[in-house]
């Protein structure tokens, strides 16, 4: 469980962190580039800290050595034998706490947003959880085959990254000239790929502005063209825990409650990735025992 106090020292920084990642680089007082050198600083120190601690807690037996993956990066060493120096790891650390922070929640947010806004598709999820809730002793968790079952879920979660994917491409530059296919491709040639260019196409995506979870049932999309997790070698390395994180975040939820939007027109805006301007409001009703 996660410590209040923690979340809301690192909230804020965090925020500010995420913006200044996506900013336009000039380092003037006030602007969100230098917001966001500030705060990777304060959450650095804050890692600093956790790290000598966690060095000390290793070094005396108290937790084990495969514990998480800050105990895998303290412990881990090159060819030649070589720790990782205690900066780098904190950088690390910083650069996976920014990758699966904030898409699982812009995620998690369009979800808990198309669920509100159609209830057919509400319902069918909520049927699926319910099966597999009352399958359940009370207090009993859920395990991976319980995850496996989930799969109209995921087609919705999958459908809500289509239409509202939180990172919407990523930019690629060559360092040295190769040829790929026959193709020559130069040094600092550069590709910059966009979610939409396939989401939002009709060819592979009929009738786009439709809401079809259906679309994932069978084969699924062709490949490469539904990409909210990127593809290839440099894919998300974060893509199954992240369906791990919502599958399980739709579990509790949906067993649990209902729910409405307060602002049915809320606009979205992107900072840096797109978000319903007023952090989406929403009215929980709790089932009928
Ligand atoms: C719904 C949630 C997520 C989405 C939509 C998402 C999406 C992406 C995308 C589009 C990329 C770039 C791929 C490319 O460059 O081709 C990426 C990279 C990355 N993601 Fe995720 N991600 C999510 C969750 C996570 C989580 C939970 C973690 C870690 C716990 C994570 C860690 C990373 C890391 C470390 C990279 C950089 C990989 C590299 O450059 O080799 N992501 N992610």
């Known amino acids: 469980m996660e410590d209040p106090a923690q979340v809301s020292k690192f909230s804020e920084p965090f925020n500010d962190l995420a913006s200044g990642i996506i900013s336009i680089p000039i380092n003037l007082p006030g602007t969100p580039f230098r917001r966001g050198i500030k705060a990777a600083e304060t959450v650095r120190k804050e890692l600093m800290g956790i790290i000598k601690q966690r060095k000390i807690d290793l070094e005396e037996g108290k937790v084990a050595p495969n514990q ?164 290839g070698p440099r894919m998300c390395p974060g893509k199954e825990y992240a369906r791990l994180e919502i599958l399980v975040f739709m579990h509790n939820v949906m067993k649990r409650f209902n729910w409405e939007k307060v602002l049915p027109d809320e606009k979205i805006i992107v900072d840096p990735m797109p978000m319903p301007a007023k952090g989406l409001p929403i009215r929980l009703f709790p089932h009928k025992a």
């Open 68 to 231: 998480d993956i800050l105990s895998h990066m303290l412990l881990a060493t090159d060819e030649n034998g070589q720790f990782l120096n205690e900066l780098n790891i904190a950088d690390r650390i910083l650069g996976l706490l920014i990758g699966g922070h904030d898409t699982a929640s812009a995620s998690i947010t369009f979800i808990v947003k198309y669920l509100a806004e159609l209830p057919h598709i509400y319902n069918e999820v909520y049927n699926e959880q319910m099966e597999i809730a009352r399958s359940k002793q009370p207090g009993e968790l859920l395990n991976w085959e319980d995850i496996k079952k989930m799969k109209y879920s995921w087609n919705v979660a999958c459908e809500v990254m289509r239409l509202a994917p939180p990172l919407q491409g990523a930019f690629r530059e060559a360092i040295h000239d190769f040829t790929f296919a026959g193709y020559s491709v130069p040094k600092g040639w550069k590709l910059h790929w966009n979610v939409n260019s396939t989401h939002k196409n009709a060819d592979y995506f009929p009738e786009p502005e439709k809401f079809d979870p259906s679309r994932f049932e069978g084969n699924g999309p062709a490949p490469y063209t539904f990409v909210p997790f990127g593809g």
